[in-house]
């Protein structure tokens, strides 16, 4: 079955830029639309956009202007950038492939995340 | 945006209760919600998807339904694998937003 893995620094400088990657194995990533999630220590779940196997991107407005993703189809993964990080930004992070019934827009399977901070 | 508020933000239950928690849409999202339960420590896992339809391999205990601005989870007879938080989320429209989660504890 799909699984996806998060990967990517754990320790990030204030002001600087948050990058991590979702590897996709056991299925293509193509066809589906790929989501960001972020979930701040004992908060609830923000989604942060996600995007489409061609680069079709939504962001959340919340964020949109510091949120950039992109996907690399030949490796099998799709990537996240926040820049101007700060404290506000120290969250596990996680991707989750976007399905749909009808619409799109329900996330199954998860990454297991992974936790960002965001610290000088 | 669209707010997504669930009652209660906290469960006590004892074992085989019948739980049920409640979400409320600020507006009309048909019937584009979807269920998640999260255990301490771990990613959610997705229980249910257009407020009623249940996701492969998920036990019938849990149910849900629903539709426009009030939906419901119930767990028909609680056991010991569901003391959890539970999210709802709605996918009508951008950005897609989260409840800010119910916690089920052991009474």
């Known amino acids: 079955q799909v699984q996806l893995q998060e990967s990517g620094p754990g320790l990030v400088k204030p002001s600087e830029t948050l990058s991590l990657t979702c590897t996709v194995s056991?299925?293509?990533?193509?066809?589906?639309?790929w989501s960001w999630i972020r979930q701040p220590p004992g908060k609830g779940l923000e989604w942060l956009g996600h995007?489409?196997?061609?680069?079709?991107?939504n962001y959340n407005p919340s964020l949109k202007s510091r949120v950039t993703m992109s996907v690399d189809t030949s490796k099998n993964q799709f990537s996240l950038k926040v820049t101007s990080v700060s404290a506000a930004d120290t969250a596990v992070y996680y991707c989750a492939r976007t399905n749909r019934d009808g619409y799109w827009g329900w996330f199954d399977p998860w990454g297991q995340g992974t936790l960002v901070t965001v610290s000088s | 945006d669209i707010q997504m508020t669930q009652s209660p933000s906290t469960l006590s239950a004892s074992l085989g209760d019948r739980v049920t928690i409640t979400c409320r849409a600020s507006?009309?999202?048909?019937?584009?919600l979807a269920w998640y339960q999260q255990k301490p420590g771990k990613a959610p896992n997705l229980l249910i998807y257009?407020?009623?339809s249940l996701k492969s391999g998920v036990p019938s205990r849990f149910s849900g339904s629903g539709s426009g601005t009030e939906f419901t989870l119930t767990i028909s007879s609680l056991q010991p694998d569901d003391f959890a938080t539970y999210y709802c989320q709605q996918y009508n429209s951008y950005p897609w937003t989260f409840g800010q989660g119910t916690k089920v504890e052991i009474k």
């Open positions: 056991g299925g293509s990533i193509s066809n589906y639309y």
């Open positions: 995007i489409y196997n061609s680069g079709i991107t």
């Open positions: 507006q009309s999202i048909s019937s584009w």
């Open positions: 257009k407020a009623s």
